[in-house]
């Protein structure tokens, strides 16, 4: 078992866990694909189990190979943390933080807050990928993120939650809207007037249009779109109403002079999730923002923290 920690071996299987071919692996590693099929075979040997399944169409891990694939890129992860520790205290290399996150989080949430932490230690460098909330989480549990914070509508494996919370979703609208001095809206209320909506399957999207049904109104927005800026700017031009959360709202409000109503009837709060990879330990400038992030998570008006059981525990390992 001792060979399973050689990082080369690791490495290999990792790449062709990611790519489900022996030669896709070979192309993006620069090694021949006798080399890696050499290592995979010397893994396999190792833990006396199969560790893909060969298909006509490619490689698919077993079930031998999915335990495995955890623990090996958590190894990868921490080896190169301990080779990154060890270079910084002889030359000062900054350390690098990976995050992803949905768009939300993107427009002024995470900007401002990576500009503050930089301004405490302007010797950590980020690295920021913005993408589908689904997606975030998948940068996690590869290792290609540190930190995803992201919308979740389900139940995630291979990733620990730092922290949850639970944040409404409002109505957003000019000032001079009929219904911007309504102290809540429902979305019968907001059916009648010119509606924008974010395009199906985005978390926003999902939960008003379970909320429509369930109550059973007809909802037709004259502008659809997957781009929350888009959503917004049309909002200001037009008149129109349309949905967002209380991350993306704040800051924006008084200088584009729009006003968020919140929303009343079966509309639910949106799950937000600090993410990280399942038994990793983190590296001290990743541990210190997750601190940093989720003490300002904590801080935003209208957001609660999800206090179910197993729900989130407190930065660290």
Known sequence: MAHILHSTALRYFVEVANTG??????????VASSAISRQIAKLEYEVHAQLFDRQSRGMTL????????????RSLLEAEQIVHDIDGAQSSLASVVKLACS???????????????????????????VTRPADATQLVRTGDAD????????????VKIIHACRAPVFALMNRDHPLAKRRQLSLAEIAEHPLLLSEPGTTIRTL??????????ALTPVFVTNNSQALYRYAQLSGAITFSGALTVRGK?????????????????????????????????????????????????????DTRPGAAKHPGT
């Open 21 to 30: 071919s022996i030669a896709e692996a070979s192309l993006r590693l620069h």
């Open 208 to 217: 008003i249009d379970v909320a429509a049904g369930a109550e059973g109104i």
């Open 62 to 73: 077993s079930s031998a190979g999915e335990a495995l694939l955890a623990y090996a890129r």
């Open 103 to 129: 768009e939300g989080f993107a427009s002024e949430f995470l900007p401002s807050l990576i500009h503050r932490f930089r301004q405490i230690d302007p010797r950590v460098h980020f690295e920021l990928s």
């Open 253 to 305: 409000q008084p200088d584009d002079a729009l006003v968020a109503v919140p929303l009343k009837g079966k509309v639910q709060q949106r799950r937000i999730e600090v993410q990280t990879m399942s038994g990793r330990t983190l590296p001290n400038a990743v541990r210190e923002f997750a601190d940093f992030l989720v003490a300002e998570l904590r801080r935003v008006p209208g957001i609660a923290r």
């Open 147 to 158: 930190l995803a914070l992201t919308f979740s509508l389900t139940v995630q494996t291979a």
